[in-house]
């Protein structure tokens, strides 16, 4: 019985592990269709020193935006 319950313990272990690989480097797969453009987003504006300006919306903005005509 104590064979079993270690057994088990480790294949717990293990399921609970694989999970939480899953959940932290496979986002792309289980989170919305749109969620590779807010990331992009939110990377860029993080590690970039050339944006300066602040656009509010994000479909209409994004559809409509053009940065060459920004000074």
Do not use: C, Q
């Not at 749109?34 to 020193?49: A, G, L, N, Q, R």
């Amino acid at each position: 019985m104590k064979k079993f319950i270690k057994n088990l313990f480790y294949l717990l272990f293990l399921g609970i592990f694989i999970l939480t690989i899953f959940v932290s480097y496979g986002k792309m797969l289980y989170l919305s269709k749109e969620y590779p453009m807010w990331k992009f987003k939110i990377d860029y504006t993080k590690h970039s020193e050339e944006s300066k300006n602040i656009i509010f919306g994000d479909s209409r903005a994004l559809a409509g935006f053009i940065h060459e005509d920004l000074d």
